[in-house]
């Protein structure tokens, strides 16, 4: 339990998969402060990365609706809602 104790006090990853979702989630955040909303472009060349992971979010959630393999999780979602995130995109909007 020492040794535990000592890994998280550095800071140390248990789960690679959910640490890279917070941190793209804390992106998007910051996105969201600077432009008033969540809509990434995958088009645009400074946040091509992050318009990748939003157009990822969007296709897991599809995949949770229809009863298909998905990462995403009801605490994914839950966070996700309250930066009020837009799971459907009009054509020419993102």
Known sequence: MERIGLLNSVG???N???HDWEMSYNQLVEYKEANGNCKVSRSDAANKELGTWVNTQRTQYKNLMRGESSHM???RIVKLNEIEF???VRKGSA
């Open 16 to 18: 690679k998969l959910d």
């Open 12 to 14: 140390f990853v248990w």
């Open 86 to 88: 837009e799971w459907e």
């Open 73 to 75: 999780t009801a605490e």
